[in-house]
Protein backbone atom coordinates (compact mmCIF):
# COMPACT_ATOMS: atom_id res chain seq x y z
CA UNK A 1 0.00 0.00 0.00
CA UNK A 2 0.95 3.52 -1.41
CA UNK A 3 1.91 6.04 2.29
CA UNK A 4 -0.92 7.73 3.66
CA UNK A 5 -0.89 11.36 2.76
CA UNK A 6 -2.97 14.33 4.48
CA UNK A 7 -6.29 13.94 2.29
CA UNK A 8 -6.13 9.62 3.41
CA UNK A 9 -5.93 10.72 6.84
CA UNK A 10 -8.43 13.50 6.71
CA UNK A 11 -10.88 10.64 4.91
CA UNK A 12 -10.01 8.33 7.74
CA UNK A 13 -10.57 10.81 10.59
CA UNK A 14 -13.93 11.74 8.88
CA UNK A 15 -15.21 8.20 8.34
CA UNK A 16 -14.38 7.49 11.75
CA UNK A 17 -16.41 9.63 12.99
CA UNK A 18 -19.03 8.96 11.13
CA UNK A 19 -19.01 5.70 9.02
CA UNK A 20 -22.62 7.11 7.57
CA UNK A 21 -21.24 10.14 5.98
CA UNK A 22 -22.23 10.32 2.84
CA UNK A 23 -19.34 10.72 -0.42
CA UNK A 24 -20.29 13.96 -1.24
CA UNK A 25 -20.33 15.56 2.31
CA UNK A 26 -16.59 13.22 2.59
CA UNK A 27 -15.62 14.52 -0.24
CA UNK A 28 -16.56 18.51 0.28
CA UNK A 29 -14.75 17.57 4.01
CA UNK A 30 -11.51 16.46 2.43
CA UNK A 31 -11.32 19.53 -0.28
CA UNK A 32 -12.28 16.18 -2.99
CA UNK A 33 -14.20 15.96 -6.10
CA UNK A 34 -16.44 12.90 -5.28
CA UNK A 35 -14.80 11.25 -7.70
CA UNK A 36 -11.29 11.11 -6.47
CA UNK A 37 -12.69 10.69 -2.80
CA UNK A 38 -14.42 7.77 -3.43
CA UNK A 39 -11.65 6.05 -5.15
CA UNK A 40 -9.20 7.28 -2.41
CA UNK A 41 -12.04 5.10 -0.02
CA UNK A 42 -12.50 2.23 -2.42
CA UNK A 43 -8.48 1.69 -2.02
CA UNK A 44 -8.35 2.53 1.72
CA UNK A 45 -11.14 -0.48 1.59
CA UNK A 46 -9.09 -2.59 -0.45
CA UNK A 47 -5.43 -2.08 1.71
CA UNK A 48 -7.49 -3.45 4.64
CA UNK A 49 -6.86 -0.01 6.61
CA UNK A 50 -10.51 0.48 6.34
CA UNK A 51 -12.03 -2.60 8.08
CA UNK A 52 -15.83 -2.11 7.69
CA UNK A 53 -18.18 -0.38 8.75
CA UNK A 54 -20.83 -0.73 11.94
CA UNK A 55 -23.68 0.91 14.18
CA UNK A 56 -22.53 1.92 17.19
CA UNK A 57 -25.13 0.75 19.70
CA UNK A 58 -25.86 1.82 23.03
CA UNK A 59 -25.29 -1.38 25.49
CA UNK A 60 -27.30 0.47 28.13
CA UNK A 61 -30.73 1.19 25.92
CA UNK A 62 -29.99 -2.49 24.98
CA UNK A 63 -30.13 -3.97 28.66
CA UNK A 64 -26.44 -4.83 28.56
CA UNK A 65 -25.36 -2.13 31.41
CA UNK A 66 -22.52 -4.06 33.46
CA UNK A 67 -19.38 -3.78 31.98
CA UNK A 68 -16.52 -6.21 33.52
CA UNK A 69 -13.01 -6.62 32.92
CA UNK A 70 -11.17 -9.85 33.61
CA UNK A 71 -7.82 -10.20 34.16
CA UNK A 72 -7.26 -14.34 33.05
CA UNK A 73 -4.04 -16.60 33.95
CA UNK A 74 -3.45 -19.62 32.06
CA UNK A 75 -2.28 -22.98 33.67
CA UNK A 76 0.24 -23.42 30.78
CA UNK A 77 1.81 -21.07 28.51
CA UNK A 78 2.16 -23.18 25.17
CA UNK A 79 0.88 -22.79 21.68
CA UNK A 80 -1.98 -25.24 22.22
CA UNK A 81 -3.30 -23.58 25.43
CA UNK A 82 -3.10 -20.58 23.78
CA UNK A 83 -5.03 -21.54 21.11
CA UNK A 84 -7.63 -23.39 23.02
CA UNK A 85 -8.30 -20.04 25.12
CA UNK A 86 -8.29 -18.09 22.24
CA UNK A 87 -10.99 -20.31 20.41
CA UNK A 88 -13.49 -20.39 23.51
CA UNK A 89 -13.26 -16.41 23.84
CA UNK A 90 -14.30 -16.45 20.22
CA UNK A 91 -17.20 -18.23 20.45
CA UNK A 92 -18.68 -16.73 23.64
CA UNK A 93 -21.12 -13.51 22.72
CA UNK A 94 -20.57 -11.54 25.78
CA UNK A 95 -16.80 -11.47 25.62
CA UNK A 96 -16.25 -8.19 23.30
CA UNK A 97 -12.60 -7.58 23.61
CA UNK A 98 -9.73 -10.27 24.00
CA UNK A 99 -6.09 -9.09 24.38
CA UNK A 100 -3.04 -11.37 25.40
CA UNK A 101 -0.89 -9.30 27.68
CA UNK A 102 2.43 -9.58 29.19
CA UNK A 103 2.97 -8.66 32.87
CA UNK A 104 1.25 -10.53 35.31
CA UNK A 105 -1.44 -12.54 33.97
CA UNK A 106 -1.94 -13.71 30.47
CA UNK A 107 -4.99 -12.12 29.04
CA UNK A 108 -7.07 -8.97 29.75
CA UNK A 109 -10.97 -10.00 28.19
CA UNK A 110 -13.66 -7.58 28.49
CA UNK A 111 -17.44 -8.78 29.15
CA UNK A 112 -20.80 -6.82 28.45
CA UNK A 113 -23.60 -8.67 30.63
CA UNK A 114 -27.26 -6.85 31.84
CA UNK A 115 -26.07 -7.02 35.28
CA UNK A 116 -24.22 -8.68 38.58
CA UNK A 117 -26.57 -11.43 38.34
CA UNK A 118 -25.91 -12.22 34.68
CA UNK A 119 -22.29 -11.90 35.30
CA UNK A 120 -22.55 -14.35 37.93
CA UNK A 121 -24.17 -16.80 35.53
CA UNK A 122 -21.77 -15.84 32.67
CA UNK A 123 -18.55 -17.10 35.25
CA UNK A 124 -20.84 -20.23 36.08
CA UNK A 125 -21.81 -21.12 32.31
CA UNK A 126 -19.16 -19.47 30.24
CA UNK A 127 -16.61 -18.88 31.62
CA UNK A 128 -15.46 -21.79 34.18
CA UNK A 129 -16.14 -24.02 30.84
CA UNK A 130 -12.91 -22.64 29.31
CA UNK A 131 -10.49 -25.18 29.42
CA UNK A 132 -7.01 -23.93 31.30
CA UNK A 133 -8.08 -21.47 33.00
CA UNK A 134 -5.52 -21.02 36.06
CA UNK A 135 -7.02 -18.10 37.89
CA UNK A 136 -8.99 -14.64 37.03
CA UNK A 137 -9.90 -11.67 38.56
CA UNK A 138 -12.49 -9.05 37.90
CA UNK A 139 -13.57 -5.30 37.91
CA UNK A 140 -17.19 -4.23 37.36
CA UNK A 141 -16.83 -0.72 35.83
CA UNK A 142 -18.43 1.62 38.03
CA UNK A 143 -18.86 4.68 35.83
CA UNK A 144 -17.52 5.06 32.43
CA UNK A 145 -15.01 7.94 31.84
CA UNK A 146 -14.22 7.62 28.29
CA UNK A 147 -15.08 5.08 25.62
CA UNK A 148 -14.41 5.41 22.35
CA UNK A 149 -12.98 3.41 18.88
CA UNK A 150 -11.56 6.31 16.87
CA UNK A 151 -7.68 6.02 16.70
CA UNK A 152 -5.68 8.51 17.21
CA UNK A 153 -4.42 9.95 13.87
CA UNK A 154 -2.19 12.64 14.41
CA UNK A 155 1.22 10.86 14.30
CA UNK A 156 -0.31 10.42 10.33
CA UNK A 157 -0.25 14.47 10.19
CA UNK A 158 2.88 16.05 8.70
Partial sequence: MKALDAIDVAILDALQRDG???NVALAKAVGLSATPC????RAL????????YAADLDAERLALGLTVFIEVAIDRTSEDAFGRFRDAML???QVQECHMVAGGF??????????????????GDALSRVPGIRETRSYAVMERV???RALDLSHLRG
Fill in 91 to 93: AIP
Fill in 38 to 41: AERV
Fill in 106 to 123: DYLVKVRVRDMAAYRRFL
Fill in 146 to 148: KES
Fill in 45 to 52: EAAGVIRG
Fill in 20 to 22: RLP
